[in-house]
């Protein structure tokens, strides 16, 4: 069964750090670009980073650019979202998901994962 599974999200004061993982079963991960998309409440879902296969990264949200890093561990199957410096902004669902390459949007994800909650609050 193909499935990606969303890990690591909780509760985090402002200016703290979280990782997240997306873990992928029933496929490899190394042939796939990986997306990270949110969706903070009362708005529409918008991505933020996309990590091509060849491990370039793609940032689609300019307010998370030096502070969230995308990484793969293709032994674990595994990709990371490392978000640091976190503001209640960052708030959100945070989904993964699976497309061939960078820049297709959410319209043309193979594989979506059911989303882990990042809640950044003092």
């Not at 689609?60 to 490392?82: I, M």
């Not at 945070?94 to 609050?121: F, P």
Request: glycine letters at 10%; charged letters at 15%.
């Amino acid at each position: 069964q193909v499935q990606l599974v969303e890990s690591g999200g909780g509760p985090v004061q402002p200016g703290g750090s979280l990782r997240l993982s997306c873990a992928a079963s029933g496929f490899t991960l190394d042939t796939y670009a990986i997306h990270w998309f949110r969706q903070a409440p009362g708005k529409e879902r918008e991505e933020v980073l996309c990590i091509s296969n060849s491990d370039s990264s793609t940032y689609f949200e300019d307010s998370v650019k030096g502070r969230f890093t995308a990484s793969r561990d293709n032994a674990k199957n595994t990709v990371y979202l490392q978000m640091n410096k976190l503001k209640p902004a960052d708030t959100a669902v945070y989904y993964c998901a699976a497309s061939i390459w960078c820049g297709l949007g959410a319209a043309g994800m193979d594989y979506w994962g059911n989303g882990t909650l990042v809640t950044v609050s003092s």
